[in-house]
């Protein structure tokens, strides 16, 4: 029987759209466990270098306010989370397409992904740790107790995010965002540092013709079946 360790560590990695931030935060609301969304890290890196006017290209100063910036995570009384970057609430903010095309810019940059290295692995506490991303599972928690790689079409993860922006009243036209998620899966994939493929030992998901209760169902069965829940 495989021995459940005092801060059990589930990733879940995989594109732009493929559903990982909506399975990630059902599956740590039904455990009770803690949530780390990296990829808002990422984008709060690119959030506090056009709040400090930093040089689009300027590596270093992104790196020193990776280090350094003041992040906090929260919710509103209806449940809906809250993100705070250096006391400003950016959470309309930080999921916006441009702070998304910001982050994969930033992200492909060590020196950042350096700084947010330890920031990340702070979030593994009692009772578990859900971890959200791209690298989580290869490079962040390489001992992970389960690693998942969730996937699905392209074309279906335009849609969903067509969906979504549409639900918060962006107006993206869908073309556009198929080539935008296109060159972000490019660039996430093809970086020289933590590129975004699934860990050998991950369990691949193809969530295109799946509902989220069935992926989010798959995903505590697999956690069941290594006795690191229930
Ligand atoms: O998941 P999300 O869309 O919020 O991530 C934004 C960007 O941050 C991704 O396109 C990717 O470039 C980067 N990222 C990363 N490593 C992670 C999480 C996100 O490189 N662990």
Not at 65 to 76: E, I, K, T, Y
Request: with cysteine.
């Amino acid at each position: 029987m495989a021995r459940r360790s005092a801060s059990p560590i589930v990733t879940i990695d995989g594109p732009s759209g493929s559903g990982k931030g909506t399975i990630s935060r059902a599956v740590a609301r039904h455990v009770g466990w803690h949530l780390l969304d990296s990829g808002a890290l990422y984008r709060l890196v690119a959030l506090a270098g056009l709040a400090a006017g930093a040089a689009s290209e300027d590596q270093q100063r992104h790196a020193e306010l990776a280090a350094r910036m003041d992040v906090s995570f929260g919710s509103d009384p209806g449940g809906g989370e809250r993100v705070w970057l250096d006391g400003r609430d950016v959470t309309g903010e930080i999921r916006s397409e441009a702070a998304g095309q910001g982050a994969s810019r930033v992200a492909a940059w060590p020196g950042v992904r350096a700084a947010l290295l330890e920031r990340q692995r702070a979030f593994a506490r009692p009772p578990g740790l859900v971890a959200d991303g791209r690298d989580m599972g290869t490079v962040v928690f390489p001992g992970a107790d389960l690693k998942i790689f969730l996937t699905a079409t392209p074309e279906e993860r335009a849609l969903r995010r067509h969906k979504q922006l549409k639900d918060k009243g962006s107006d993206v036209s869908l073309p556009a965002l198929s080539r935008e998620i296109a060159e972000r899966d490019l660039r996430d994939q093809t970086r020289q540092i933590a590129p975004l493929r699934p860990a050998p030992d991950a369990c691949l998901i193809d969530s295109t013709r799946l509902e989220v209760g069935a992926v989010v169902a798959r995903v505590l069965e697999l956690m069941a079946a290594r006795r690191l829940w229930r």
